[in-house]
């Protein structure tokens, strides 16, 4: 089956733009979690969404936002860009509605560079 | 928040063992471990519950202490494709809904 689908993979924007970043998780996947990952920060949460709710947001400022779907595909969008946001946005998917059935499906991110 | 992985990177030779280890100052639900090789997405590798069993997988395999809130990766015989970065995700007992949060992650290179 397809697995999760990031668009755009490359972008680059300025300081002060705005960007929505796109997720098309696995058919049947009714979560979708954002993750920031820079080098030496690791994987950093953003915000999860389950059936078109937010259920967790990561501590993140409110430049950084999102939603999903009906059909559980998500966007994120950050506001007024910062040199700091330059990062690999990943989304993952996952069937979870309860936290022990784990397993996270990772997209192969969108690389922001913000001038 | 975030656990403490250690160590940051080790360097091994084919047929090598690692440990790699993850801590939090939380009382954990569960611990989870990705791999990413560069350039690509992480990918799950097992998930430790609370009151539950040892997991493995192949030659990898992870302990969780409840108690100490650690966990340690185990990998036996190291081959080539080992090599990436390990990532644990834990999640806080009681914190009520879906949410993981990474460590920093730990640079394996495995060398012939």
């Known amino acids: 089956k397809a697995g999760v689908t990031q668009t755009p993979r490359y972008l680059i924007k300025t300081r002060g733009q705005q960007v929505t970043l796109s997720c098309s998780p696995i058919?049947?996947?009714?979560?979708v979690s954002w993750y920031q990952q820079t080098p030496g920060q690791g994987l950093q949460f953003l915000f999860e969404?389950?059936?078109?709710?937010?259920?967790n947001k990561g501590n993140f400022p409110g430049r950084f936002s999102g939603r999903q779907f009906s059909n559980s595909r998500s966007e994120m969008n950050v506001s007024t860009l910062e040199l700091g946001d330059s990062a690999l946005y990943l989304c993952?998917?996952?069937?979870?509605?309860?936290?022990?059935?784990?397993?996270?499906?990772f997209g192969e991110g969108s690389r922001l560079t913000v001038l | 928040q975030q656990p403490v992985q250690s160590p940051q990177a080790v360097i091994l030779r084919e047929g090598e063992d690692a440990v790699i280890n993850c801590s939090s100052s939380?009382?954990?639900?569960?611990v989870h471990w990705y791999r990413q090789k560069h350039g690509e997405a992480p990918v799950f590798l097992m998930i430790?519950?609370?009151?539950?069993e040892q997991k493995g997988h192949d030659k990898i395999s992870a302990s969780f202490n409840e108690k100490k809130q650690q966990s340690s990766l185990y990998l036996t015989a190291s081959q080539l494709s080992y090599s990436g970065t390990y990532f644990c995700?834990?999640?806080?007992?009681?914190?009520?809904?879906?949410?993981?949060?990474f460590g920093k992650g730990t640079k394996l290179s495995v060398i012939p």
């Open positions: 993952a998917s996952s069937l979870a509605y309860q936290r022990d059935t784990g397993e996270l499906f």
């Open positions: 058919s049947g996947h009714r979560s």
């Open positions: 969404y389950f059936s078109e709710t937010q259920r």
């Open positions: 939380k009382a954990l639900y569960s």
């Open positions: 430790l519950l609370k009151g539950g």
């Open positions: 995700g834990t999640e806080i007992s009681g914190a009520g809904s879906y949410q993981l949060t």
